[in-house]
């Protein structure tokens, strides 16, 4: 479980942090010492990729606000006015809470992000809490990670985000299936406004 935990920790990050901030660099550092060449890939894009576009892809794609075309959190999609901190961050809050965790970044806004729920995952599965990882990801997570992730890849205006997004749903359509985890159900609202 050792190397699970690492790749949703490093993909959570960089979907929470900028790639050009500290704990990005660092993440991405970590992704060219895997012994995986899709993670040096997705580490050399952003070597190479303009540091401002970098910025501007992910402020609007991950934490911009107003119109966003592909918000990160799950809350945008499983709530039936779009609403933040709607119903599905309450019930993610409630099962956070269940698991003794509580999640503060500082920041105002909804812990049920992408970013912040890899990196929960990565978490539980290090304390060898498998059964709740797994959860995390059948009741929260994967209700509208693929949708996002998907929407992620047509939005992104720089490479290295389409990549990042399309390596992270196949890891997770990858990892769910090898743990044969049934998704709940969940009506996307964010999908039908479209």
Not at 131 to 150: G, I, V, Y
Request: aromatic letters at 10%.
């Amino acid at each position: 479980m050792y190397y699970e935990a690492t790749l949703f920790r490093l993909l959570g990050g960089l979907l929470f942090y900028s790639p050009t901030s500290n704990n990005g660099i660092t993440i991405l550092q970590a992704f060219t010492d895997q012994d995986d060449d899709l993670l040096k890939n997705i580490a050399e894009l952003a070597r190479i990729v303009n540091t401002e576009d970098l910025e501007a892809d992910h402020f609007q794609l991950l934490q911009g606000c107003g119109d966003m075309p592909c918000p990160p959190w799950g809350s945008a999609y499983l709530d039936k006015e779009n609403a933040l901190f709607g119903s599905s961050t309450l019930a993610y809050r409630e099962f956070t809470r269940q698991q003794g965790l509580a999640c503060d970044t500082g920041m105002r806004e909804p812990e049920d992000h992408i970013g912040l729920m890899l990196m929960l995952v990565s978490l539980l599965l290090e304390q060898d809490n498998q059964a709740a990882a797994n959860q995390l990801l059948s009741e929260h997570l994967m209700p509208f990670a693929p949708f996002m992730l998907e929407s992620m890849q047509q939005h992104a205006e720089t490479a290295f985000y389409q990549q990042l997004a399309a390596y992270t749903q196949a890891w997770l359509i990858i990892y769910c299936e090898e743990q044969q985890l049934q998704i709940a159900s969940h009506r996307n609202y964010w999908q039908e406004s479209e």
